[in-house]
């Protein structure tokens, strides 16, 4: 792959991180799914702007941004878990949804 398909991994993983920045809001469950799709495509991204770039040369600070968009996916997607398991806990709390069978027998 050439360098020019680096970058082109590299912006398409930023525009998903943009995207999964724009969604997030730790208050609405959909808005935290909708991030966490956004981080989805991201990390695919990323994970093929590492293969191109352990696969040849990359082009002038390519590795730097790789490196920041890893970084700011995993701040990202540690906030979108916390806050989708603050929900489920409140759900489970105020009794809206049903507890699932642990499959354990008393």
Do not use: K, N
């Not at 759900?91 to 354990?104: F, K, T, V």
Request: hydrophobic share 50%; glycine share 8%.
């Amino acid at each position: 792959m050439s360098g020019a398909g680096l970058l082109a991994h590299i912006a398409r993983a930023e525009g998903y991180v943009a995207e999964a920045s724009r969604a997030w809001d730790p208050a609405s469950v959909s808005c935290c799914t909708a991030c966490a799709a956004a981080l989805e495509r991201a990390v695919a991204e990323v994970q093929a702007a590492g293969a191109a770039a352990a696969r040849g040369a990359a082009a002038p600070g390519a590795r730097t941004r790789l490196e920041r968009l890893r970084s700011e996916v995993e701040r990202l997607a540690r906030l979108v878990d916390a806050a989708l398991a603050f929900c489920r806990g409140f759900a489970l709390r105020a009794g809206d949804e049903p507890l699932a069978p642990s499959g354990m027998e008393a």
